[in-house]
């Protein structure tokens, strides 16, 4: 539990009532607890977006500053007004701090403040930062949370240096730093915000822009039990052989990231990208690529694209990133150990072996519960945007919108950030659908799927086992 005396000084300033509401808050289950924080922080970086100061015109509509504070805490990049433009100096520095805050986690912001300040980390707080950036129990939470802040600073420090001599001249210095710093955070923490109206697109030619960008999506994307593992591994600490996590997280990856920039090669050469020299070529598809699976940024039009691009990339979002990092989806290790599960059934083996290691029963369970639990939601949301938006339109007359609706649910849920330009012009309710995805998506399906189930005692029996057909 939090320090007791940290509990006593909140009480005497702010009394008895307070009091009260902070223990009980405290005695949440550790997914209600997550999902709660969540919740006050979008809640206060709504009341922050709505001070006058925060935006140029000095209003902003409230649906418009909870989804903005949404999309930010969430990690998600989606945008209902222009980042740039709408935003004041003071917004923009509330957003950008909002996507670090919610790329490493409330929990582990909160651990490394007590930490700073002598205090004990609470059970609870352990627990939620083992399961998310631990493949393995260790005890040593200090040292995992400082590396987790170090190599993230160091990251982004490196990013924004090497960004600086990349804008274009019209950029005067100040605006330089302030746009390198913005973006090398956004890119990391996989968010996607752009200060520029056409987000990357004026840069799709430029090879330091895209290199940069990338490589921090990729860092920040790939996950920091991964990137421990790696190290330690090069340093020859710990372990002499890459955890199954690891190996797993690096091999699914390099997979999508080259599946990804050939499928959107082959698919828009002819179309999007006609016409473009073959370098420049390379670099928008392998951008679309990485940026696809988490972060949300573009350097194409996105109204130019072919329907089997979107189909493709609603897959790509899907999965998303590996566990433990800035992304969302339902990550790498998932659909890699779903693909092992397969090949081993079609082999005829009952073990699934995969990298020369054995999945246990309980990874597999949690992975196909993450799958089906995503897919129900994603259709779910979808069919509720279908009712609010057409439910009394002839069907002859909606079948555009329902790949835009599709498509940005999946953007929201794998807390990507790419649009087809449908999410502004939706009305409350829509917006409302779309925050929940992103939300939904931030904290985990599985937490919420266990946040339910908590509350319904399991059975402590079992009936006789009979076969039925199946396929």
Known sequence: MILRTGHRLLGLAVGNPFRTLLRRFLLFSP???????YLIAIILGTLLLRIPMSTRSGHIEWIDALF????????TGLVVVDTGTYFSLFGQILIMLMVEIGGLGI????ALLFLSLGWTVSIRQRLFIQETYASEITRDIKHLVV?????????????????????????????????????????????????????????????GVNLIITTLMILGGIGFPVVRDVINRLSRKGNTRLTLNTRLSLVVSLILIILGALLFWALEREYSMAGMPWTEQILVSYFQSVTTRTAGFNTIDFSVLGNA???????????????????????TTSIGVLAVVVMNRIKGSEANNVLRATLSDEVVSRAITVFMSAV?????????????????????????????????????FGTVGLSTGIT????????????????VGRVGILTLVYIVASRRRASSYRYAEENILIG
């Open 31 to 37: 997914g209600l607890f997550f999902l709660v924080s």
């Open 68 to 75: 903005t504070s949404t999309s930010a805490f969430c990690v």
């Open 107 to 110: 929990m582990t912001f909160a």
């Open 147 to 207: 590396f987790i802040f170090a190599f993230t600073l160091l990251s982004e420090l490196a990013g924004t240096l090497l960004l600086m001599p990349c804008w274009k001249s019209d950029l005067v210095f100040s605006r330089r730093v302030f746009h390198s710093v913005f973006h090398s955070i956004t890119a990391f923490c996989n968010a996607g915000f752009s200060l520029f109206p056409d987000n990357l697109s004026r840069y799709r030619a430029n090879v």
């Open 309 to 331: 691009t979107f189909l493709f990339m609603m897959i790509f979002m899907f999965i998303g990133a590996s566990p433990g990092s800035t992304g969302g989806g339902i990550k």
């Open 376 to 412: 129900v939601f994603i259709l779910m949301i979808v069919f509720l945007h279908m009712i609010n938006q057409h439910g009394a339109v002839p069907s002859g007359q909606s079948r555009g919108p329902f790949m835009e609706y599709l498509f940005e649910t999946v953007s929201a």
């Open 424 to 439: 502004s012009g939706m009305d409350a309710n829509g917006k409302l659908f779309i925050i929940t995805s992103m939300l």
